[in-house]
């Protein structure tokens, strides 16, 4: 265990976490209900400034809430940031965003595979920055994208397993960044989005920082567990200003991914045929019923995928020619969404696009004979060089 870390102002004490807490308590308490699909909601500054007060952050992060095309468009994939100055010079110092130009490079070269897929670094970063993020709860507060789960250890969580190697990053990134001004929180989402960019043809999303860490740990009971249906997921996302579309967009992220804890005896198995390629095979895929031996279905997405009133959206995101699009658009936004949850003062972010590495456009894998040979074998899952897909 580590002992005591300065964040930004807050003395963090590490904290014993019980071994296994009650799960899933509040989301029975949580009624389904159905919101108004015209209005989706602003949060916290952003529902009570008015228009002369927001800044060019506020308005484009206000107009991105209410999926406005006004000031700009969820992601860019254009805007480069150059450095002013090597990490540490007075250069470096005086501009916001340049330790993110570093920390950013740092990331890409950690969440790129051999062979030019995104590795597990970054698929788990991805799944960090909805962890940390998606504790806060509308109706009862507390969470939010403050870094707790890191600082406030929440990886020993049993929801949080298969988080362990991407926490560690976290801390050396921390150890080596927080001096020059990037806190926690912020390193956390930057982690998911330049996770999402490093993965072959994933969205290059607007990313912000100004988050404030918290080293108190998040409510238990807020996170989605895969055993659970589609009603109670969707009112436990409802209850996070994630309606069912954002749900179903936001779930698209399992295109990448390769269980390790869900099933231990299925450890490495992809959720769809392409892991670590961002692209529609998991919408394509989850409703069907003639995939890939190997391919590792969650009940929670097979169920959100049957359920009545999700089958026109599942439908647009498997359209082999719009879908990638009109998905990775999609997911921009709602990320963004997600991103800021439990943040007071969205107004007062600072957007650091730029430090982002540019996305690619196409891939053609390399090992795509054995891949395919392995999805449709017995083989153990294990085989390392499949595990550690890359
Ligand atoms: C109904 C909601 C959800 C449920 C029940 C769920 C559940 C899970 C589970 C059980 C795993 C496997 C962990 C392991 O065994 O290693 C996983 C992986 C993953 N989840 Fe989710 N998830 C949900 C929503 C989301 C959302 C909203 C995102 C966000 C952006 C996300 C991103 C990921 C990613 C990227 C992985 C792959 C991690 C890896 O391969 O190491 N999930 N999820
Ligand atoms: C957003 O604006 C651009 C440029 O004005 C336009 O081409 C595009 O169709 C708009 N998209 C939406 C979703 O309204
Ligand atoms: C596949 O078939 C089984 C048995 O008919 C069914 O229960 C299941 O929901 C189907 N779909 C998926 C995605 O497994
Ligand atoms: C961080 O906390 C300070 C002090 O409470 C506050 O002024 C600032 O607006 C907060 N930042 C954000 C992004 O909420």
Redesign the pocket.
Known sequence: MRSFFLTTGLLCIPLLVEAFPGMGNTLASIAVKKRDPETPELLADLKTLPDVELTEVGKLIKDILLLENTTGHPEDFETVYKAPGPLGSDECRADTCCVWKYVAEEMENDFKGPTGRCNEFAREAIRLGFHDAGTWSKTQGGGGADGSFVLAGEIARPTNRGLEEINNKMWQYYHKFHKYGAGMADLIQMGATVGAVVCPMGPRIRSFV???DSCEAAPEGRLPLASQDAEPLIALFEDKTIDRGDLITLLGAHTIGQQRFEDTTRAGDPHSSTPGVWNTNFYLETPRNDTAKRIFKFHSDVSIAQYQESRDLWGLFSDPVEGLKTWNSGYAATYIRLSVLG????N??IQCTGVLPLRTESYTAPDEKELNEWLNSDRAPMHSKILVIG
């Open positions: 100004g988050r404030n943040v007071p003062h969205i007062n972010l």
